[in-house]
């Protein structure tokens, strides 16, 4: 059954998280309301030109494209301008949220090409670490690529297949599928130095930096299957990474249902596979 607004705005409230419920439409969307003040901006900027200094170095080219045909890093960006561009490159737009959505509603909004950014930015206490998603990881790590055609297909594709696969029993290896990827991908294409794309690293100062540069880090191949079998971290660095080759493969591999049915029913209910040891 789905959560009404009411009743989300009530469990939000209770975890202490900090965004305005009360003023949600049905779809859970807000205004984004431009109203941010000079110490938010100036926070923007600091995050922005902060992570620019890495993601130069360490980010996939359809990152960086996307940045550079978006305009992002100035000042807070206004959803509508920037929906326009995006509207224009793959038909994807932005929609305001207070912050954490019911998964229901999250995959509804992809199905239709509209990614959900949460409406508020965290404080210069706060720029190494937050709890929740707020603007800057929304923002900064996820809209950059959807500018990209491939990529921005997979992310529809997702919205739209994920509450089946969800109701054959596949909801942890979903979820997985879409921490090691939109969260916290890796790609090296052929001949190409290893590049970071998911938006948990390119929004992460410190882990950024880890996952691309040093030895310790675990990369692993793609391969769906272990994917959606592996566990992963919440609050730490990734004990593994896994690297596409083209974000062509990850579109491909989840474009046959029936292969991805196949792999839930092969391994629910079953203990997830560590990362450290693939």
């Not at 960086?64 to 992002?72: E, F, I, K, M, P």
């Not at 950059?144 to 029993?169: C, S």
Request: aromatic fraction near 12%; charged fraction near 25%; glycine fraction near 6%.
């Amino acid at each position: 059954m789905t959560m009404s607004v009411a009743d989300y705005a009530r469990e939000c409230a209770a975890q202490g998280l900090r965004g305005d419920y009360s003023v949600c439409r049905a779809d859970f969307t807000v205004e984004q309301s431009y109203n941010y003040t000079a110490d938010e901006q100036a926070v923007w900027r600091t995050l922005c030109d902060r992570q620019t200094k890495l993601t130069k170095k360490l980010a996939h080219r359809s990152y960086l494209d996307g940045v550079a045909t978006l305009g992002l890093l100035d000042r807070i960006p206004d959803f509508g301008v920037v929906s326009e561009r995006l509207r224009k490159l793959t038909g994807w737009e932005i929609v305001a949220v207070p912050g954490l959505i019911p998964a229901p509603a999250f995959f509804v909004h992809l199905a239709a090409r509209r990614f959900p950014v949460t409406n508020w930015l965290r404080t210069k206490q706060e720029l190494d670490y937050i709890v929740e998603p707020d603007m800057f990881h929304d923002f900064f790590g996820h809209v950059p690529v959807l500018t990209q055609p491939v990529f921005a297909d997979f992310m529809q594709m997702y919205g739209e297949k994920a509450e089946h696969l969800i109701a054959l029993g596949g909801d942890e290896m979903i979820s997985r599928l879409y921490w090691y990827t939109v969260e916290y991908g890796l790609i090296q294409e052929a001949g190409q130095p290893l590049k970071a794309f998911g938006a948990g690293l390119m929004s992460s100062f410190a882990e950024l930096q880890f996952a691309v540069e040093s030895k310790d880090a675990h990369h692993v191949p793609f391969d769906l299957e272990t994917v959606m079998r592996t566990s992963y971290e919440i609050d730490k660095f990734q004990r593994a990474y896994f690297v596409l080759p083209s974000f062509d493969v990850l579109r491909d591999a989840f474009q046959n249902v029936a292969d991805m049915a196949a792999i839930i029913g092969r391994h629910k209910g079953k203990p997830a596979l560590d990362p450290a040891k693939l």
